[in-house]
């Protein structure tokens, strides 16, 4: 049996692709049994030919969870510290799983690193790679990376949450993987702004290898692999997430690109961008464009200004 917390879209797909491959699966959401179905069914309701397996049962309870093999925590990134500080003494003492994809604005940690102050033990890993919750939930073929420093723990979490047409790799370096599903957020919304205010492909394309290469310098000096980057949880996710109004990040981008406000809902790399800049100060390197992402949405610099300032910068060598 599969514990999965948070029934928000990707928690929910997580839960159906898992029940649909036989596992018993368990999802909670915040405001009990009721709602976490229903908040459950509206996700569904929206993908066309998708129902809530049998083998998926809803609850609000936390010791619902008892007897599950592994627990897949998928609540926003900014979320994960207040809800373990709060809840992780009622969790069991099984591998966590990490779905979020985000920096501790308030810390500047990955969640594996907030998630070891608190898991008490539990063995880390996180989930991440190109995969949109639609798509998954719908059986649509889909690879990403579980990244865990344990190999031993880390192949059998592999083995337990792997379905026909959920396809995990393994990796050990969970920093590397981390840094690339947070940042490639930031470059998504970048895009979208350029393709909001109708600055070209040309342009679009730029921002998207220039900013491929700011995630390898930040997890590289973060004591990553650049080779981690290469791989589901860095390009595949940065190509995936910068090229489709499916993404929340480049849509909220193109919103604001376009001349309008942020969208609702979760927005990973709003959050991020700031905290990306923050770290990268720490550590003495340069990213320019989670810089001017950052001072686009706190609306320090216009998004004109910010473009003129990033092509102003001194010609280098690539």
């Not at 491959?21 to 999802?27: F, W």
């Not at 093999?69 to 990490?98: C, E, N, W």
């Not at 990376?145 to 880390?154: H, Y």
């Not at 997430?241 to 809902?265: D, Y």
Request: charged share 20%.
């Amino acid at each position: 049996m599969i514990g999965v917390i948070g029934a928000g879209a990707f928690g929910t797909a997580l839960a159906v692709v898992e029940a649909q491959a036989g596992r018993d699966v368990v999802l909670w959401g915040r405001n009990g049994e009721e709602m976490a179905e229903a908040e459950a069914a509206r996700t569904v309701a929206r993908l066309p030919g998708v129902k809530l397996p049998a083998k998926l049962r809803c609850t609000g309870r936390l010791t619902d969870l008892a007897g599950v093999a592994a627990v897949l925590l998928a609540v926003p990134s900014q979320q994960t510290g207040a809800f373990l500080r709060a809840h992780a003494m009622d969790l069991p003492h099984v591998p966590l799983v990490l779905c979020a994809k985000g920096i501790d604005a308030e810390g500047l940690r990955l969640q594996t690193e907030i998630s070891g102050e608190l898991a008490q033990g539990r063995v880390l890993a996180a989930l991440t790679g190109p995969g949109f919750a639609g798509e998954i939930a719908r059986g649509l073929p889909t690879a990403l990376t579980l990244a865990c420093t344990d190999e031993v723990e880390g192949r059998a979490l592999q083995e337990m949450l792997s379905t026909p047409r959920l396809r995990l790799y393994l990796s050990r370096d969970a920093v590397g993987a981390q840094i690339g599903g947070a940042l490639k957020n930031v470059v998504a919304i970048a895009c979208g702004l350029v393709s909001g205010a109708k600055l070209g492909a040309s342009a679009q394309a730029a921002l998207m290898t220039r900013g491929f290469a700011e995630m390898t310098r930040l997890a590289v000096a973060m004591g990553a692999e650049a080779a981690t980057l290469a791989g589901l949880s860095g390009l595949g996710d940065l190509s995936l997430t910068c090229n489709s109004a499916q993404s929340r990040n480049f849509s909220a981008g193109f919103a604001l690109g376009a001349g309008s406000v942020l969208p609702g809902g979760t927005v990973e790399g709003v959050a991020t961008a700031r905290a990306a800049c923050r770290l990268a100060a720490r550590l003495g390197i340069e990213m320019p464009i989670a810089a001017a992402v950052a001072d686009v949405l706190d609306g320090t610099r216009s998004l004109a200004e910010a473009t003129e300032d990033l092509l102003a910068r001194p010609l280098k060598s690539e």
